[in-house]
């Protein structure tokens, strides 16, 4: 998931973030599930204040192991994000890579959309990256594979519950080892999205169809919802 193509990508993706969002140079950056470290590493280098929170030990350790190789200044915190919130702190959220929406329970993950309205200073925002239901209808494979660098990932996705939830069950398979795991996680229409983006507090809500600004429309590649408080 985090291959040196993943890497390669995020200067760019960065840059339309901050673009779309209107961020100010300087500003303080909250990273929610923020993995390795891609996108922290990157706000820093351009000279944010970066908190990046995952609850993932692995994926922590190797974003402060990158962010020391590069003398970067950055507070990773392992926490759960039902539970994280900093009121009046941040001036900008990232929740980027489809990062939203795997609690089991609805109001867990209205809950995450309440904590970083919250940890939000007035006027802040936030930029969540997912792909939405509109799209997923229109590329959805139920199964498929590839190889990365050695490793062969196989993917057997199931939709359920009306279209209201996605099970994907991958196995991973490398020499003679077998590595299995189900993630499970909901699926959101646009207008579902910005409705629970509004039942948060904040005051406006615009969906785009990349993080290039394009419009959430038949053509749209990523569900991107920019939302300010």
Known sequence: ????????????QVSNALDLMGV?????????ACGPGRHSIELARRGFEVTGVDRTTEYLEEARGRAELD??????????MRRFVRPDTF???????TSFGYFEQPADNQQVLINVYRSLKKGGVL?????????????FQSRDWREIHGTF??????IERNWTI???????????????????????????????????GFSSVDLFGSLEGAPYDQDAKRLVVVARK
Do not use: C
Request: no cysteine; proline share 1%; glycine share 6%.
């Open 91 to 97: 001036d900008a959220a990232f929740s980027m890579f």
């Open 1 to 12: 998931m985090f291959g040196q193509e993943a890497w390669s990508i995020t200067p760019g």
């Open 166 to 200: 996605m099970r994907n069950r991958r196995i991973l398979i490398k020499d003679d080892q077998k590595k299995e795991f189900m993630i499970t996680h909901w699926i959101y229409s646009g207008s579902e999205l910005a409705e629970m983006f509004r039942e948060s």
């Open 71 to 80: 003398n970067l200044s950055i507070e990773f915190v392992q926490d759960d």
């Open 153 to 158: 990932l196989l993917e057997d996705r199931k």
């Open 24 to 32: 100010e140079a300087g500003a303080r950056i909250l990273d929610l």
């Open 127 to 139: 930029l969540l990256d997912i792909v939405g239901r509109e799209i997923l209808a229109r590329i």
